[in-house]
C-alpha cells in the first residue's frame, strides 16, 4: 500500500510540475505579446510567481490559480510592473503598471 502512495505522490509532483511549466510559458508568450501591443519593452524575458492559491474557474471547476510578476520599460532606462493571473491553462488577467495609468486585457471572470 505505501508503494501506491509513493507513486500517487510522485505523480502528483510530476503533474504540478508540468503544469507549472505550461502555465509560465503561456504568461511569458502573453506577456511578450501584450507588451509589444502596447510599444513597450519587455525586460529580462521572463516572469516570476508571486503567489499561488486554489480557486475556480467560471465553470466551477477547482484550479490552481498562479499570480505572476514581470517588468517592462518605456523609454529603456526605467523599469515598471506588470501582473499576470492564470488558471485552468488560460490567462485571466493581464496588467502593465504604466505611470500614466494602468493597462488591462483580459479581465476575465474568475469564478470565485
Aim: charged share 20%.
Amino acid at each position: 500500500m505505501e508503494i501506491w502512495l509513493a507513486i500517487l505522490a510522485l505523480l502528483a509532483g510530476l503533474w504540478y510540475w508540468f503544469d507549472s511549466l505550461r502555465s509560465r510559458e503561456l504568461t511569458l508568450r502573453q506577456c511578450r505579446q501584450f507588451c509589444g501591443q502596447n510599444h513597450v519593452q519587455f525586460l529580462d524575458q521572463s516572469v516570476h510567481v508571486s503567489r499561488i492559491m486554489f480557486g475556480r474557474t467560471a465553470s466551477g471547476r477547482l484550479c490552481i490559480r498562479r499570480f505572476y510578476l514581470f517588468e517592462f520599460s518605456i523609454a529603456g532606462t526605467d523599469r515598471y510592473h506588470g501582473v499576470a493571473v492564470t488558471a485552468a491553462g488560460r490567462l485571466e488577467y493581464l496588467s502593465l503598471l504604466h505611470p500614466d495609468g494602468e493597462i488591462i486585457e483580459g479581465c476575465l471572470p474568475s469564478g470565485g
